[in-house]
């Protein structure tokens, strides 16, 4: 299938661009003429929209601040039989995109994800590096290795993937939350090196390489728990059974030697935890029930849409 016969969207959420977005839309245009290129605006204080309208995109808004709210909109309101959603500062490669999407296409893949290869030093800080390898290290011991970039922002979709993806995060969370989807439904995805550049002058990233970086730990620890529930709360269960045993041990001793309990607080306690470990390993087994439903659901979600060849 050639790509000119694909219906092909551009995805560009946006805050506070005004110095970038042109450039985007420009470069898109030239990369994809055949594509339709949707700015959303997340309520910029400067000329974003009117920029990105100027330069020919069809511009939307949405009102909910934060990048994940902004997807979860452009997912529900677009419809394309591929989709390449990028960020609107400049930093990404356009003439990679239809590399991209032939890959996407002839391999039969549901998501494809740009490597970053920075080209500057200043294109990528040390801060965000360090934060990117210590999360998708966590990532790929928890969900399994097929990463290496899991934060970039760069990335080409199918139909399939887009109508099938329930967006829960707000923020910047987002594209672990895509990355973690993709691990736990075991989509066909791959990634393709590109360039990364700096921002150009004027532009200024909204990220927090520490409060961002936390909140994208949590989600993941969200992801964790409610993804593989049986191994997180048999871990938190094995622990508490720890500590019960090593309170009990020292009670045990004594009541063998002298035939009483001197502490009765701290057996009280031991016996306690060991009844919370127990629930925790029962509230597991439980919801690792509800979580097999609900990954079946989101595969006949999945199944529902068509493979882009067949669209």
């Not at 549901?110 to 080209?119: A, E, I, P, T, Y």
């Not at 011991?141 to 707000?170: C, E, M, N, T």
């Not at 532009?203 to 409610?226: C, E, H, Q």
């Amino acid at each position: 299938m050639s790509l000119s016969s694909l219906r092909i969207a551009v995805l560009i959420p946006c805050f506070n661009e005004e110095a970038a977005i042109a450039t985007v839309v420009g470069d898109f245009r030239k990369a994809l003429p055949a594509a339709e290129i949707y700015v959303y605006d997340n309520n910029s204080r400067d000329r974003t929209a009117a920029v990105a309208r100027e330069s020919g995109a069809t511009v939307r808004s949405e009102r909910r601040q934060g990048k994940g709210h902004v997807v979860r909109r452009m997912f529900a309101d677009v419809d394309a039989d591929v989709y390449v959603l990028v960020d609107g500062d400049a930093t990404y490669d356009a003439p990679s995109a239809p590399r991209m999407i032939e890959r996407l296409v002839h391999e039969h893949l549901d998501m494809v994800v740009g490597l970053r290869v920075d080209q500057v030093q200043a294109a990528y800080r040390r801060g965000h590096r360090t934060g990117n390898w210590m999360l998708t290290s966590f990532l790929s011991s928890v969900f399994g290795q097929a990463f290496k970039d899991i934060l970039s922002g760069y990335r080409v979709f199918s139909r399939r993937f887009v109508k099938s993806f329930p967006v829960l995060s707000d923020g910047f969370e987002i594209e672990t939350e895509l990355t973690v989807h993709a691990l736990e439904l075991a989509l066909p995805v791959a990634e393709v090196e590109t360039p990364y550049f700096a921002r150009p002058e004027g532009s200024f990233s909204k990220l927090n390489t520490w409060r961002d970086g936390f909140r994208i730990l949590g989600t993941i620890l969200k992801l964790y728990r409610s993804e593989k529930p049986l191994r997180f709360f048999t871990a938190i269960g094995i622990f508490l059974a720890l500590v019960s045993v090593g309170l009990a041990i020292p009670i045990f001793i004594t009541y063998l030697e002298q035939g009483v309990v001197p502490r009765l607080p701290t057996a009280v306690l031991s016996t306690g935890l060991m009844i919370v470990a127990i629930l925790s390993v029962s509230s597991g087994l439980v919801l690792d029930t509800v979580t097999r439903g609900r990954r079946e659901m989101k595969l006949l979600a999945y199944l529902s849409q068509p493979p882009v060849n067949k669209s």
